[in-house]
């Protein structure tokens, strides 16, 4: 079956650290990736997305890029800001379907 | 603008009872629309997805059902709850195609089962 995996949290940093957050999944076929940022208060947003192997997705300092052979769609910034402090999602799409399946979440907290 | 309207926020029901939760969507045309469950350490789990009328599929085997009787009307019910079936469903849509894939949610419905 299709299924996505994440670290589980919360991830705890201090502003300008370097932040990975990892994602692995199951899936038939190659699905589309995506990573969800849900802040305080609010619905999900959609930070970035990769559709085929090798894709890297990049938003506003995010980025993450489409491992076919690890099966892993890690979320990586460089430098993380207090703005930042969120729950992320990882989610996937089957080929050729409009189910988007998500993993648990992970929550951010960014301290200055 | 598109807006989302999911009722009721809070619901509490005797075991053995129906269920009715209702999701309707303005400013938007043919929605992929789906049912979640939102569980501690579950995180979203996705029950019901349909990308037109009177087309719903389900994801996981379970007490609940879904139906779309308009094109932005999404409905979930149950004929007889179950402890097990407490929880925060939320309602969601997004557009349909490959390029639409900012998903937004109704506030949720907190359903707990006595």
């Known amino acids: 079956g299709n299924s996505v995996t994440q670290m589980e949290g919360p991830v705890t940093l201090s502003e300008e650290a370097f932040l990975t957050i990892n994602c692995t999944y199951t899936?038939?076929?190659?699905?589309?990736l995506f990573w969800y940022v849900q802040y305080p208060g609010e619905g999900l947003q959609l930070p970035l997305k990769a559709t085929k192997a090798d894709d890297k997705g990049s938003n506003k300092g995010f980025e993450a890029t489409y491992r076919k052979e690890t099966t892993s769609f890690h979320l990586e910034k460089g430098s993380v800001q207090v703005s930042d402090s969120a729950v992320y999602f990882c989610a996937l799409s089957p080929r050729n379907t409009d189910k988007l399946i998500f993993g648990t979440g992970t929550r951010l907290q960014v301290f200055p | 603008s598109q807006t989302i309207h999911q009722w009721p926020a809070t619901l509490v029901q005797p075991v053995g009872s129906p269920l009715s939760l209702e999701c309707t969507v303005e400013g938007t045309s043919n929605p992929n629309l789906y049912w979640y469950r939102q569980a501690a350490g579950r995180g979203l789990q996705l029950l019901f997805y349909?990308?037109?009328?009177?087309?719903i599929s389900s994801e996981v085997p379970q007490n609940l059902s879904a139906s779309r009787p308009q094109d932005r009307q999404f409905i979930l019910s149950s004929k007889k709850l179950l402890l097990s079936d407490s929880g925060f469903y939320l309602c969601a849509w997004r557009g349909g195609g490959s390029t639409n894939e900012k998903l937004f949610f109704g506030s949720g419905t907190q359903l707990s089962v006595l």
């Open positions: 349909s990308v037109g009328i009177g087309q």
């Open positions: 899936a038939t076929g190659y699905p589309s």
